[in-house]
């Protein structure tokens, strides 16, 4: 019997280790419906600001039936101004792993929740420091192909860890989802839908 307490949650994404995070705190979503939307940042965009654009359109972008609710995420890694997605080529992902060679960067993630009206959302902000990479390194990583669909050209739950010196902030936003943010959403979410069915 499915249980009509509380609402259907979507997974607004494809991403395989987003669904392996939610698993880690014991929420197992009703349905995967990844968003298909344009990625491309706007002219003079601010990270923070894009992923939090990303993350919300994916959101408006599903369609959703009564007693639903969508989960949606967006990742990018940021030198400086410039955002990091994922690397479109093996060359831009050495590049990337390159630029990140022995410095900080920052890694965002914005999550959103919509449902019947409302919506909720939470950017979370990860400092991490890669160790310095030399190009022998670099060349293993790229032809692991671990790199591919990984914002920032790694993954950090991979073999990129044994790059990784120093990391301040949700191992799991790096990931893809922070697991803190999203139990809280998710909470959240489900009492407003309880509340809402009460006055019905």
């Not at 880690?24 to 979503?29: E, T």
């Not at 400086?80 to 990337?96: N, Q, W, Y």
Request: charge should be positive; include cysteine.
């Amino acid at each position: 019997m499915p249980d009509l307490s509380r609402p259907r949650l979507i997974l607004g994404s494809a991403s395989p280790r987003r669904l392996d995070l939610l698993s880690q705190i014991g929420v197992v979503p009703d349905e995967v419906r990844p968003a298909d939307i344009d990625e491309t940042p706007n002219p003079g965009e601010r990270p923070r600001d894009y992923v939090r654009r990303m993350a919300a359109e994916k959101a408006a972008a599903l369609k959703l039936e009564t007693g639903e609710m969508v989960l949606t995420a967006d990742t990018v890694v940021t030198a400086g101004r410039r955002i990091l997605g994922k690397p479109a080529s093996r060359d831009e992902a050495g590049a990337f792993l390159r630029l990140l060679s022995g410095r900080r960067h920052r890694v965002m993630t914005a999550i959103c929740l919509r449902s019947d009206g409302q919506e909720w959302s939470r950017l979370v902000e990860t400092i991490v420091r890669l160790r310095p990479l030399d190009a022998a390194e670099i060349t293993a990583y790229l032809d692991s192909g671990e790199w591919v669909g990984k914002a920032g050209g790694y993954g950090i739950q991979g073999r990129a860890g044994a790059f990784v010196s120093w990391i301040s902030g949700s191992f799991s936003a790096v990931v893809g989802l922070p697991l803190a943010e999203t139990s809280t959403l998710l909470r959240a979410a489900s009492g407003s839908a309880a509340q809402e069915g009460d006055r019905s």
